[in-house]
């Protein structure tokens, strides 16, 4: 197994196996980082007039490479969450309407809309998804038989945040095309785990965070909108769109601009790109999925509960959601740091809880030994 686990300054001590929720990033990027924000610094005035545009498409057409599409059709957000809400204020909603999401979606996505639906009488309707995954067509057919008249978008994640399963949104948007439905993939797990081509993905819109598994800095994300949807799209935050003179005239022009803020998040992503893809982005994902698996395997073997999701590549990636005996999940959760400095997620699911793992390429097995060690002892204490 490859290691490049020095490219990362974690804590002394930490076992962090929380990639998922927040990656740090790896040297490269936190230096790339430094550069702009000093260069910002030293003459703001410079920056932001006549070099800022240059630099921010720069990063946006490496990005728009990398996940394949079109610069034009991409704009940077803070996030995947910032992304969402930019589609839930765009979308034309009436009375009687319905958004589709599935009973696996991540929790703040559920609120988003929620709160978009009730003013307009319009109403967020959630899927039940097949209680064990063995096929795409399983899966599909699940989330279909919810659809209805009604039915104006659909909003699915790519892999889904609590439960951590690569969900079919190639079968799930060629459908949705034929029953002419909108489909919205929440995808910050998907970057850089999954190869991306949004073009031939045919979505309406995709929205990530990058500072997950692509390790750019915290505070970049990015939106696409297809071009059949751009013209619908506003931004939540209404500024000069380009510095003056310039004037907004595309869509996406009206994100460049919102007002004065920090871009270096944005700028380090060709950076993060690059170092992943040096390593060789197959390399990483089957040896992060390897170790996920190894944490599966003794994780089981420990606790004699089998996942609800096989081991495969088609449904698992770099994280790994194992079933644990009952107890309270944030008390057990905070065990593990409390007293064995590990950093790992204990998600309440449904009528249970299961553990989390998320590895990437700082992780090794001898993390794994100490994960599995405080969870016996923890579970022999009753937690």
Same mark, same amino acid.
């Given at each position: 197994?490859? #290691?490049?686990?020095? @490219? ?54 490496? *990005? ?16 995947? /969450? ?11 909603? @009436? ?22 639906? %009730? ?6 309707? %959630? ?23 009604? /039915? ?5 994640? @790519?892999? %889904? ?72 799209? @506003? ?14 005239? /595309? ?16 700028? %380090? ?8 893809? #040096? ?81 990437? *390429? ?22």
């Amino acid at each position: 197994m490859t #290691s490049v686990a020095h @490219q990362w300054n974690l804590r002394p001590g930490t076992t962090y196996l929380n990639h998922g929720s927040f990656g740090p990033p790896p040297r490269a990027v936190r230096e790339a980082r430094r550069v702009w924000i000093d260069r910002l610094d030293e003459q703001p005035m410079d920056f932001f007039v006549r070099q800022y545009e240059g630099h921010f498409d720069t990063a946006r057409e490496k *990005l728009a490479d990398f996940v394949g599409c079109q610069r034009d059709d991409l704009i940077f957000v803070e996030n995947a /969450t910032a992304g969402m809400n930019v589609v839930a204020q765009s979308v034309s909603l @009436q009375t009687g309407d319905e958004v589709l999401l599935t009973d696996h979606e991540y929790g703040a996505v559920q609120r988003i809309w929620e709160r978009v639906c %009730t003013p307009r009488n319009a109403r967020a309707v %959630t899927a039940p998804l097949p209680e064990r995954f063995d096929s795409v067509e399983q899966v599909v057919d699940a989330l279909f038989a919810a659809v209805t008249p009604a /039915t104006r978008l659909i909003v699915v994640s @790519q892999i %889904t945040s609590p439960t951590t399963i690569i969900l079919p949104v190639r079968e799930i948007c060629e459908e949705a095309r034929r029953r002419g439905v909108a489909v919205c993939v929440d995808g910050p797990h998907a970057l850089a785990t999954l190869p991306l081509d949004l073009r031939s993905l045919n979505c309406d819109y995709f929205t990530a965070s990058c500072h997950k598994w692509l390790s750019a800095a915290f505070g970049s994300g990015f939106l696409y909108v297809h071009r059949r949807r751009q013209h619908e799209i @506003q931004t939540p935050m209404l500024s000069w769109g380009r510095l003056l003179p310039a004037v907004p005239e /595309t869509w996406r022009d009206e994100f460049t601009w919102t007002g004065t803020r920090d871009p270096s998040a944005y700028l %380090t992503i060709p950076t993060a790109i690059e170092f992943l893809e #040096s390593f060789g982005l197959e390399k990483f994902r089957r040896q992060t999925h390897a170790l996920a698996s190894t944490a599966r395997r003794r994780i089981i073997s420990l606790t004699g509960l089998d996942s609800f999701v096989v081991d495969d590549d088609l449904w698992q990636g770099p994280m790994t959601p194992l079933p644990l005996p009952p107890g309270d999940a944030m008390t057990l959760q905070q065990a593990f740091w409390d007293r064995f400095q590990i950093e790992v997620p204990i998600v309440p699911w449904k009528e249970g809880r299961h553990i989390r793992v998320s590895c990437h *390429l700082y992780n090794t097995e001898e993390h794994i030994d100490r994960l599995v060690t405080a969870l016996q002892t923890l579970l022999g204490e009753g937690l």
